[in-house]
């Protein structure tokens, strides 16, 4: 039965609605995260049809997709039969299977969105969106330009209406094409509720009009929504909120009327409609081909799982440990320090690796010695009081001469384009034959001086600095030591160097480039957290402290800090100076294991790239990976976390010796130093969101680019430096491009925990917005018993044991010849 729309609450509507519209902050704070946010409180299939019925969403793969991976295997037979009968039964096997595999689809039905408003074109004529759409994003840009603009917003110190209300006052011209109208704007204030009684008339159909109206254009009303909710995500902050953008648009749909018809020579919506649009929450009803669908996704991703727990299942048990460890090694739990470790470990047996989120469990804001802003260096959920300030810099950071503010004026401008100007056209010609690392690189490496001193400590004289407090205090500092090392079971055994790596990336030419740093940094470099925490674990006073609550380390110990570049697969050290001498030999050491390592890793990753041969050696190989990182023509300089499919909470014990294709994010874990699961319980709240996030964002963008996604990022034009769109016109572009996506296969994280399943079923029933992720199944869920090995999977609240169907784990002497021969993903291997 279809139900008509209550009645109209301005303030409930506007707080509805930007609860669907796209979460993307602006581009400098790019955060992974759930696209379909707005449905997360519903079961995971039923969010998704309710999506896609509601606003034309494609949200999984296709049909003939589907049969395509079947066709080639990736989809097991057997598993597929397994997921017909758990939900059509054994009778409906043979019926379901050839439907499967042969049915045509059903007839497609049009989303519910867009459905009344699309009366304009039928009932008037009038195309609404192609009049009132180019003016209405060239002012939001203007307004919210963060410097690509030669001139200045002229009234940028007011909000939105109240801005455009003054030019409007002050102007010759005018945004509007109709006296009416523009005295209706400057009369104002205008509410929502009167103009669109005018515009549609009948209340009922209020909200419905809005949600298509900016639905219309959800990159744009995203974005206002994002930035009215956090100013501070704009360093030149604007205050503008998705009611002054109604209000505005309203205002530019009735100028568009009234210059088309005249005012008062056209009636609102409401009146002409013949045939009422269905309610847009309306109940969704699965169809058949929904019922198809969920099928082969189950089917699609438990071919995958079942290989990876039976690997597991195969490879878990007691592995040889040295008797004195080499060195230690913290790195992110970043799937692309996956590979990385494996080499790592590979060229020194001897030494262990650990993984953690990267900003290692130090929170605070960071002040650039010459910065005018302040970087926030945490989760993006995390409010850091603290500020970690870099001072005594060594070297100033490169400036292009070319690149000057004197270039916006007429006459410097003309010189300067007659000279610099052709010396600027040589360079960029060269380097399209040549690239090279120019001052215009955005490189992780250059977010900090390597020389620097980090104002880690707070002093008696330190204070207070924008509201924050300047370095930590000792207590503070011991307590995230603690919570660090204890949390990834690191209480013991300490190796003569401990590195604690942190991770960025390089690219040119690239505006997601937030996207490829660290997300547990706020998509920034993890190099000044991996020194602060070294900064803290070197500090005497904070390990006499930790002695006490007994975690000794040697004072024979170093902790040191690192940055991996992902992209250029190089890799820096900080404060090397400080060791002693005979850590320094060692360490002199251990830079030959890291930088082996790191040609072996960009070999294996050179796979994916068609342009490099990937049966050159390692050493040769490496070089080409630095040269594309700063090719302006590559548009993908790396291939970030595509082919995520996996978090692994547990020990090393778990992983070590597998090969598993740089899919899984590694966090460390030791249930016998947290039988209680309080430790745990801080990770899970920390990886569902995280890591689920990407995983979703990664899912979405790969089944629908175009509407969750942000399309082919070559035709990108950078607004504003704060989004992209298509062209200099067209809505700004939510999601990942397809050169991030392309190679990702879209199956939702699979997160296997190595604890007793009680413990950890009452550790995710603590957080209720944790619990949802798995209850509603957008993370899957299974616990490795670490005693009995026996797999329980969670589902319907509770869980359950679970024995994979079938499957032997393959073994493999060397990946090489693999690594040679292959694009596609690999399936595991126990490596020998």
Not at 211 to 233: C, K, L, N, R
Not at 266 to 289: H, K
Not at 686 to 706: K, M, T, W
């Amino acid at each position: 039965m279809t139900t008509r729309p209550a009645p109209f609450d301005e303030d409930e509507v506007l707080h509805e609605l930007k609860h669907y519209l796209p979460a993307q902050a602006p581009l400098k704070d790019f955060i992974h995260h759930n696209t379909l946010h707005a449905f997360q409180h519903l079961p995971f299939y039923k969010a998704i049809q309710r999506a896609s019925a509601l606003f034309g969403y494609k949200v999984s793969l296709s049909l003939s997709e589907y049969r395509a991976a079947y066709a080639a295997g990736q989809i097991k037979e057997t598993i597929l039969e397994q997921k017909i009968r758990e939900r059509k039964g054994e009778k409906a096997l043979a019926d379901w299977k050839d439907r499967l595999l042969h049915a045509p689809p059903d007839a497609t039905t049009l989303p519910r969105i867009g459905q009344l408003r699309a009366n304009w074109k039928r009932q008037y004529r009038i195309d609404l969106d192609s009049l009132v759409h180019p003016v209405l994003f060239r002012v939001l840009c203007s307004y919210l330009d963060q410097g690509i603009s030669i001139w200045s917003f002229p009234v940028a110190d007011q909000r939105f209406l109240s801005a455009l209300r003054e030019m409007e006052k002050n102007s010759f011209s005018s945004f509007f094409r109709t006296r009416r109208v523009r005295d209706l704007f400057i009369q104002g204030p205008c509410t929502i509720t009167e103009l669109l009684t005018q515009l549609v008339g009948d209340e009922t159909w209020f909200a419905q009009y809005l949600y298509d109206q900016q639905f219309a254009h959800q990159g744009w009303s995203g974005m206002v929504s994002a930035i009215e909710d956090q100013p501070q995500t704009l360093l030149d902050q604007r205050q503008i909120s998705v009611h002054d953008l109604i209000v505005f648009e309203l205002l530019l749909e009735m100028d568009a009327l009234d210059s088309q018809f005249g005012a008062g020579a056209w009636e609102p919506l409401a009146r002409r409609l013949q045939d009422a649009p269905p309610a847009l929450f309306a109940d969704v009803n699965a169809s058949g081909l929904d019922d198809m669908l969920t099928i082969w996704q189950e089917a699609y991703e438990w071919s995958y799982y079942e290989d990876v727990l039976t690997g597991l299942v195969a490879n878990y048990g007691p592995k040889p440990a040295p008797a004195e460890k080499s060195f230690q090694a913290l790195f992110c739990i970043d799937d692309r320090e996956c590979s990385f470790r494996r080499y790592v470990e590979q060229f020194d047996p001897e030494c262990e690796t650990f993984g953690t989120p990267g900003f290692f469990n130090v929170e605070f804001f960071y002040k650039p010695q010459d910065g005018q802003y302040l970087t926030k260096l945490c989760p993006a959920p995390v409010t850091p009081k603290h500020l970690v300030k870099e001072a005594d810099a060594k070297s100033a950071r490169e400036r292009d001469i070319h690149f000057t503010k004197h270039a916006h004026s007429f006459h410097s401008g003309w010189l300067i384009s007659q000279t610099l100007g052709f010396w600027s056209a040589f360079r960029l010609f060269a380097n399209i034959f040549r690239p090279t690392m120019t001052p215009a690189t955005a490189s992780s490496f250059k977010h900090m001086d390597k020389h620097a001193r980090l104002t880690v400590e707070h002093g008696a004289t330190d204070g207070f600095e924008d509201g924050l407090q300047i370095g930590f205090t000792v207590p503070e500092m011991v307590a995230r030591v603690e919570g660090l090392l204890k949390s990834i079971g690191l209480v013991r055994e300490f190796a003569p160097l401990i590195y604690v790596v942190g991770h960025g990336s390089s690219s040119v030419n690239n505006p997601h480039y937030a996207a490829y740093d660290c997300g547990a940094c706020s998509g920034r470099a993890g190099s000044v957290n991996a020194r602060v925490i070294c900064s803290m674990a070197n500090h005497p006073e904070v390990r006499a402290q930790l002695r006490e609550r007994g975690i000794a380390i040697p004072d024979t110990t170093d902790f040191v800090g690192a940055l991996h570049d992902t992209t250029r697969d190089e890799i820096m050290f900080y404060d090397e100076h400080k060791l002693s001498p005979v850590n320094q030999q060692r360490h002199s050491a251990n830079e030959i294991t890291f930088a082996k390592a790191l040609d072996y890793n960009a070999k294996e990753r050179s796979r994916r790239f068609a342009s490099i041969d990937t049966r050159l050696s390692a050493k040769r190989i490496h070089e080409l990976i630095k040269i594309r990182s700063v090719s302006l023509f590559e548009p993908r300089p790396e291939l970030n976390h595509a082919t995520n499919a996996l978090c692994i909470v547990g020990k090393r014990d778990l992983t070590k010796g597998l090969f598993l294709d740089r899919r899984s994010f590694m966090n460390s874990y030791d249930y016998q130093i947290d039988p209680d699961g309080n430790y745990l319980f801080s990770i899970l709240k920390a990886a569902a969101p995280v890591c689920g996030g990407i995983n979703l964002e990664y899912f979405f963008s790969r089944v629908d680019n175009q509407k969750l996604g942000a399309g082919s990022k070559l035709p990108h034009n950078v607004m504003g430096l704060f989004g992209v769109a298509n062209g200099i016109d067209g809505d700004l572009r939510p999601g990942l491009p397809v050169q991030m996506i392309e190679v990702h296969d879209p199956v939702r994280l699979l997160m296997i925990v190595q604890h007793k399943p009680e413990v950890v079923l009452k550790t995710i029933q603590r957080a209720p917005e944790t619990y949802e992720w798995f209850n509603h199944e957008w993370v899957r869920l299974v616990v490795f018993h670490p005693e009995t090995e026996a797999l329980y999977l969670f589902k319907d609240g509770a869980f359950t044991p679970y024995t994979p169907a079938q499957g032997q784990l393959r073994t493999i002497q060397d990946i090489t010849p693999l690594v040679e021969t292959h694009q596609e993903n690999l399936p595991v291997y126990a490596l020998h």
